[in-house]
C-alpha cells in the first residue's frame, strides 16, 4: 500500500511540474524581441545587460523596445526577469 502512495504522489508532481512549465511557457510568448546570431564585428560597441550586469556585444544582444527605446539583454531570460520585475 505504501508504494501504491508513492507512485501516486510522484505522479502528482510530475504532472504539476509539467503544469508550471507549460504556463511559464506561454507567459513567456508575449515576449518580443529579436536576437542576431552571427560574429561580432572587430571592435563592436559593448552593451551592459541591466538585470545581470553581463557585457555583450551589440549584434549579439537580445534586443527589446521598452517605453520607446531599447533594451539589450544577454539572453531571454534576462529580458523576462526585467520585464517581470517592472509589473
Same mark, same amino acid.
Request: proline fraction near 5%; glycine fraction near 8%; hydrophobic fraction near 35%.
Given at each position: 500500500?505504501?508504494?501504491?502512495?508513492?507512485?501516486?504522489?510522484?505522479?502528482?508532481?510530475?504532472?504539476?511540474?509539467?503544469? +508550471?512549465?507549460?504556463?511559464?511557457?506561454? #507567459? &513567456? !510568448?508575449?515576449?518580443?524581441?529579436?536576437?542576431?546570431? @552571427?560574429?561580432?564585428?572587430?571592435?563592436?560597441?559593448?552593451?551592459?545587460?541591466? +538585470?545581470?550586469?553581463?557585457?555583450?556585444? #551589440? &549584434? !549579439?544582444?537580445?534586443?527589446?523596445?521598452?517605453?520607446? @527605446?531599447?533594451r539589450y539583454f544577454c539572453s531571454r531570460e534576462?529580458?523576462?526577469?526585467?520585464?517581470?520585475?517592472?509589473?
Open positions: 500500500m505504501n508504494i501504491a502512495k508513492v507512485l501516486i504522489l510522484l505522479i502528482l508532481i510530475y504532472v504539476g511540474y509539467k503544469v +508550471v512549465t507549460s504556463l511559464r511557457r506561454v #507567459k &513567456s !510568448q508575449g515576449v518580443r524581441g529579436y536576437r542576431v546570431n @552571427s560574429a561580432p564585428p572587430k571592435g563592436e560597441d559593448l552593451v551592459q545587460d541591466p +538585470v545581470c550586469g553581463t557585457y555583450i556585444p #551589440k &549584434s !549579439q544582444a537580445y534586443i527589446e523596445e521598452i517605453e520607446g @527605446s531599447q534576462c529580458c523576462e526577469k526585467y520585464l517581470s520585475g517592472r509589473k
